[in-house]
Nanobody, 120 residues
Framework: QVQLVESGGGLVQPGGSLTLSCTASGFAFAEYGVIMSWYRQAPGKERELVAS????????NYADSVKGRFTVSKDNAKDTVYLQLNNLKPEDTAVYYCNAKHRFTTLESWGQGTQVTVSS
């Protein structure tokens, strides 16, 4: 059974930082073709892709709105993907979701989400 468990959200002031974690189980995390992604959804808005990373190889992709501020990374030994959020802005307030997808199989799974609130 595929499971993604997120942690690390919270309330932070503008300009602050947070680190989100997503620990996976139930599939081969480091297998070629697995893409781990972070999405976010703000109230009244559609879910959008924030960042993604290939677990085999480590290539990354970022939304323009977070480039230079957010960093996605992984630890294959821990089956965990991270999202480092720096210089946070009020518009970064959203529920952040972890996603696992395999380019060559039907695997796709979502975490439960973690709330990030940026406010003074």
């Amino acid at each position: 059974q595929v499971q993604l468990v997120e942690s690390g959200g919270g309330l932070v002031q503008p300009g602050g930082s947070l680190t989100l974690s997503c620990t996976a189980s139930g599939f081969a995390f480091a297998e070629y073709g697995v893409i781990m992604s972070w999405y976010r959804q703000a109230p009244g808005k559609e879910r959008e892709l924030v960042a993604s990373i290939a677990t085999a190889g480590g290539s990354t992709n970022y939304a323009d709105s977070v480039k230079g501020r957010f960093t996605v990374s992984k630890d294959n030994a821990k089956d965990t993907v991270y999202l480092q959020l720096n210089n946070l802005k009020p518009e970064d307030t959203a529920v952040y979701y972890c996603n696992a997808k395999h380019r060559f199989t039907t695997l796709e799974s979502w975490g439960q989400g973690t709330q990030v609130t940026v406010s003074s």
